[in-house]
């Protein structure tokens, strides 16, 4: 999709952008940012504001010895959350509003559902919505754990039309350019698979966020699954920018799909976090997508893990294809009961009277991913 079709987009921004030294927030580099989200919105196109930094910007505060403390880690996050908000504020002459969230809200969709209606009331009132990952109250458990991903559940969410991811390098190059002076930039890629990812290294190198260009890639996959055009650009040089703005691609372009996931399905399969497994034996060939009634007690070998009725479990095999995701009818308590049942007959007349073991509803449909 050329920019000329954008109507909505959200743009990432990571820690080393806010806070490049850690010694709060800088407006050095997030000036060209926020002029281009200014130059977006005079385009009548709706912008949405993925921000890190919290824990960076509010690093300062605190003596160095203490920092890796989890507790001062959420402080930090705490106290810098405030001065980050401030700093963006400060660049901007419309109102901006502040979102946190944890991933235990985008994988309820209940809570889902009303992000996504918050965010879009926002956008329809002239508000920058800024959303960022409550790390002060999250766990392990509960956070996505980067904001790239974050970015990409955010813009499925709120249907957008493109999400720019900026970085510290142009986009994805085939090796390391920090390490390699003969690395080569892609400018598009079209198909994401395991030499994609071949070329990605872990984690940022230089400690001030939790990403690096693996995560990029994890986010690009989820957006460009729900329609939606990704690109990975150097979010430290202002040309980036009015390249963007100027129709043209300056870091790399990840092709959306051309037929891209329902909404609903794309939230079950890509941000909603299975609770359990239900393994199944290797002889069930039923297709789940359209005969949800084929899955029965007696196909099912193991119930792994604790979960409630409503909530995601995974549907495996055995060998461990993955066959579905899909909101559990049955608690794993009772799951486990009707499938270690010796009376065939009692579990299915139960069956037949409780309904089916997942929701016909609510199920998306996995290849071996």
């Not at 700093?87 to 809200?105: E, N, R, Y």
């Not at 919505?129 to 766990?139: A, K, R």
């Not at 979960?307 to 495996?316: Q, Y």
């Amino acid at each position: 999709m050329s920019r000329s079709n954008w109507k909505r987009i959200v743009v990432k921004v990571g820690s080393a952008l806010i806070a490049p030294n850690r010694q709060g927030c800088s407006s050095h580099y997030l000036l060209s940012i926020a002029q281009f989200i200014v130059r977006c919105r005079a385009q009548g196109i709706q912008v949405v504001l993925v921000s890190s930094g919290s824990v960076a910007a509010g690093a300062h505060i605190f003596p160095e010895q203490s920092k890796k403390d989890i507790a001062v880690k959420k402080a930090m996050a705490a106290a810098g959350q405030t001065e980050m908000m401030a700093t963006w504020d400060k660049l901007f002459d419309f109102p901006s509003a502040q979102i946190l969230l944890t991933h235990a809200d985008l994988r309820d969709r209940e809570r889902y559902v009303s992000i996504r209606d918050t965010t879009f009331s926002l956008l329809e009132h002239g508000v920058l919505p800024i959303i960022n990952e409550n790390d002060t109250v999250t766990t392990d458990k509960l956070k996505v754990g980067d904001n790239d991903n974050l970015s990409a559940m955010v813009a499925a969410c709120a249907d957008a039309d493109a999400l720019i991811i900026c970085s510290d390098v142009d986009g994805l190059y085939d090796k390391n350019p920090h390490k390699h002076d003969d690395a080569k930039l892609l400018s598009w890629v079209d198909n994401i698979n395991a030499d994609i990812y071949a070329m990605a290294g872990g984690a940022a190198e230089d400690g001030v966020g939790t990403g690096g260009m693996k995560t990029k890639i994890e986010a690009a996959e989820k957006a460009v699954s729900h329609g939606i055009d990704t690109f990975i650009i150097n979010g430290f040089t202002e040309l980036s920018f009015n390249l963007l703005l100027d129709g043209k691609n300056p870091g790399t372009h990840f092709q959306a799909h051309e037929k891209p996931m329902k909404e609903n399905i794309h939230w079950m399969t890509h941000t909603s976090n299975a609770q359990g497994e239900v393994v199944i034996n290797e002889d069930f060939t039923d297709s789940l997508d359209d005969n949800v009634d084929a899955l029965t007690s007696k196909e099912i070998i193991d119930v792994k893990g604790e979960f409630s009725v409503g909530d995601t479990i995974l549907v495996r095999r055995e060998d461990g294809t993955k066959l579905a995701k899909a909101k559990s009818n049955y608690s794993s308590c009772l799951l486990n009961f009707i499938a270690n049942q010796d009376n065939q007959e009692f579990a299915s007349e139960f069956e037949e009277k409780t309904g089916p073991i997942i929701s016909e509803q609510h199920i998306a449909v996995l290849e071996n991913k």
